[in-house]
């Protein structure tokens, strides 16, 4: 079994700052990439932010330059530093790694719970 547990989320007025956090546990031989998603009532699940192993990181146009991802010293955790946060940012906000379970194991991703950011004054 392979656990995602993120925190963080909040309501946060426009302007405003949150951090969230995705801590990976479990039967994980490997991590390949580690990201953050977003998904707001009505719409489709986006990405928001990417970090590959070598540490390598990609944004959504809409989020670049506001928010930050970064990986932990344990490297089983992933970050989302999201600064000047709009109310279109308001979504639930879910952490994704593709990782291994196994020696020469098949990638697979695994999702966590979600956790819900509210933007609004």
């Known amino acids: 079994q392979v656990h995602l547990v993120e925190s963080g989320g909040g309501l946060v007025q426009p302007g405003g700052s949150l951090r969230l956090s995705c801590a990976a546990s479990?039967?994980?031989?490997?991590?390949?990439?580690m990201g953050w998603y977003r998904q707001a009532p009505g719409k489709e699940r986006e990405l928001v932010a990417h970090?590959?192993?070598?540490?390598?990181?990609n944004y959504a146009d809409s989020v670049k330059d506001r928010f930050t991802i970064s990986r932990g010293n344990a490297k089983n955790t992933v970050y989302l530093q999201m600064n000047s946060l709009k109310p279109e940012d308001t979504a639930a906000y879910y952490c994704?790694?593709?990782?291994?379970?196994?020696?020469?194991?098949?990638?697979?991703?695994?999702w966590g719970q979600g956790t819900q950011v509210t933007v609004s004054s």
């Open positions: 994704k790694i593709v990782a291994s379970r196994f020696l020469m194991g098949t990638p697979n991703d695994y």
């Open positions: 479990g039967s994980i031989f490997s991590i390949y990439a």
């Open positions: 970090i590959s192993v070598s540490g390598s990181t």
